[in-house]
């Protein structure tokens, strides 16, 4: 029974599938669950403690500790949202965040204290905002994990804003195309394409993924690029450096060139929020320009991404440079 559900909710049945031995001690964590889908998981490599993709999602004591500096807002979120659910920092994109469900609970997350808040009359509010904002050029969709609406709701929240002449961009920020892309397959009834198909007729897509390690990239996610690629969509990634994880200019590089091999740029490379919880996946920024440091000597320039970092009440994402440049 257990088995026909498409997510890991356990971690006993997930050290089971990866052969490790049972956790000593469940790390309670009721902040910010334990999830993962199955698709993720199947690409962390059994019998490895270490692996990097299991570090992403396993829950550590080390989230229970209270470091200084890091809050529940770190972005100054509530400080840039109009109404719930829809958020204004910068000139001309809104960002909404129409769910806070994912495929996976991803342990460095800066959004893992959002109350699990349900948003009343969503789609109502968001069409009388969007009519109003006529600057508004672009839409960003941003969650949780947009794509892991359910169709209907999708189907809805893409005909308000595909009755909004001003808008001319949606952007999805999204992991599911590493995570969960049987949400994309056209094979599967509850597919979300043929909505994206429509959408794109009228609108410039873009898709921004969120990869942090080349080895979440497999074939699924080639079919996944390829199929938005036919829509004209723009494909970038985003990564966020963690410690443990990606903290090398070999993995990035690596990264890079894998991504590109899926058609797919690299867009920012953040250094992490300050969330409550996160600390220790953090590195200093001396660190991080020496690892970008090495992929720019190591892959073309449009391979490079931008690293930067939110700092809330800015007027853009801030670019972190070499104080000696
Ligand atoms: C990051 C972000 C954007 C997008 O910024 P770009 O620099 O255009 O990628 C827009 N709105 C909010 C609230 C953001 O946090
Ligand atoms: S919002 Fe993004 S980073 Fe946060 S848990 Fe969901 S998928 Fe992971």
Redesign the pocket.
Known sequence: MAKSTPFFTSLKDLFAFLELPEPSTQVANSRFSFLVSRHFASKIEKNNPNDPLLREILPTAQENLQVEGFCDDPVGDSDSEKEPGILQKYKGRVLIEPTFA?????RF?F??AEPKRSLENFLARFDAWLSQATDIHEVILS???PMMLPKAQLAELFQVILSKDHVKTVRIHT?TPISFPQVFDIENKASIYPLLQKLSQKKKLVVVV?VDHPNELDDASAKVFAALQELNAILLNQSTLLKGINDSGEVLTELSFKLFSQGVLPYYLHQLDHATGVAHFEISDAQALQIVEEVRQAVPGYLVPRLVREIAGEASKTPIVNPGR
């Open positions: 994912c495929s996976l609970h991803c997350c959004r893992r969650g949780g994990d992991r969120h």
